[in-house]
C-alpha cells in the first residue's frame, strides 16, 4: 500500500489564481481530513469527509471548498488564492474501527507546502 | 479558543534521561488523546493513546500519563535516543466527533 499520496509536493501561486491539492488513499478508509500548519502552530481542520459524497467543515473552511467522489479521493479547491493561504498543507485518513465506530488513529500524507505571493 | 495547549514549544533532553512533554486542555467532553511525532517534511504518525477510561498507558519506551481532574496529560520516553528528535503534537476528541483536536506541538532535541 502506498498510504496517503498528496500532490503537489511543493507550489508556489500569485495572489488570486486558483489550485487544487490532490489527495488520495489505498487504505479503503471512510474518513479523510484537510489540515494546515503553520510556522510554530498546531494542525488546524479545513475540511473532512466521512465517506463519499458527504463532507463537513472544519474550523478554517473560509477560502477552500472540498469533494468527495470516491473513498479514494479527497481533493482540496484552493479559490482566489491569498498570502494567509501559504501554509504546509496535510491530508489524513482514518478506517473505521471496530463495530463500525470511529477509529481515532489518522494516517497522514507527506504533505503540500504552499506559497502564495 | 484553543482547547488542547502544548505550553512548552521545545524541550530539549541529553540521550540516556528521561523526555516529559506536556499537555492541557479545556473541553471536558473530550475522552481519547493521541500523541503524534512528526520529522521536518513528513506528515505527522501516530506514537500512543489513551483512553479516558484508563489513566495510563504504555508501549516500550513510551508512556502517556491522564489526569482527568487536572485536564492534563504528559508522554514520558525514556530511555530519550536522539531518533527521538522530532516536533510532538498531543490531539483528543470528543466521543461521537470524528475528529481530532491538535495542540501547538513542541519540538523535543535530544543531544548527544
Known amino acids: 500500500n502506498a498510504g496517503v499520496t498528496q500532490t503537489p509536493k511543493f507550489r508556489i501561486l500569485k495572489i488570486g489564481q486558483s489550485m487544487t491539492l490532490q489527495c488520495t488513499q489505498d487504505?479503503?478508509?471512510?474518513?479523510m481530513y484537510w489540515y494546515r500548519q503553520d510556522p510554530g502552530m498546531g494542525l488546524k481542520l479545513i475540511y473532512y469527509?466521512?465517506?463519499?459524497?458527504?463532507?463537513d467543515k472544519g474550523e478554517v473552511p473560509n477560502g477552500y471548498n472540498v469533494s468527495r467522489s470516491t473513498t479514494e479521493d479527497f481533493p482540496l479547491r484552493l479559490e482566489l488564492a491569498a498570502p494567509s493561504q501559504t501554509s504546509v498543507y496535510f491530508c489524513?485518513?482514518?478506517?473505521?474501527?471496530?463495530?463500525?465506530?470511529?477509529?481515532?488513529?489518522?494516517?497522514f500524507g507527506p504533505g503540500t507546502r504552499l506559497t502564495v505571493t | 479558543d484553543q482547547q488542547v495547549k502544548q505550553n512548552s514549544p521545545s524541550l530539549s533532553v541529553q540521550e540516556g534521561r528521561i523526555s516529559i512533554l506536556n499537555c492541557d486542555y479545556t473541553n471536558s467532553m473530550f475522552d481519547y488523546f493521541l500523541w503524534y511525532k512528526k520529522y521536518p517534511a513528513e506528515g505527522p504518525t501516530f506514537l500512543i493513546s489513551i483512553s479516558s477510561i484508563k489513566d495510563k498507558n504504555e508501549d516500550g519506551r513510551f508512556t502517556v500519563f491522564l489526569n482527568k481532574s487536572a485536564k492534563h496529560l504528559s508522554l514520558h520516553i525514556v530511555p530519550s535516543q536522539p531518533g527521538d528528535s522530532a516536533v510532538y503534537f498531543c490531539?483528543?476528541?470528543?466521543?461521537?466527533?470524528?475528529?481530532?483536536?491538535f495542540g501547538q506541538g513542541t519540538r523535543l532535541t535530544i543531544n548527544p
Open positions: 490531539a483528543a476528541s470528543a466521543q461521537g466527533a470524528q475528529k481530532l483536536v
Open positions: 487504505m479503503n478508509h471512510n474518513y
Open positions: 489524513a485518513s482514518t478506517p473505521r474501527g471496530a463495530g463500525g465506530r470511529f477509529s481515532y488513529e489518522q494516517y
Open positions: 469527509s466521512v465517506g463519499a459524497g458527504i463532507t
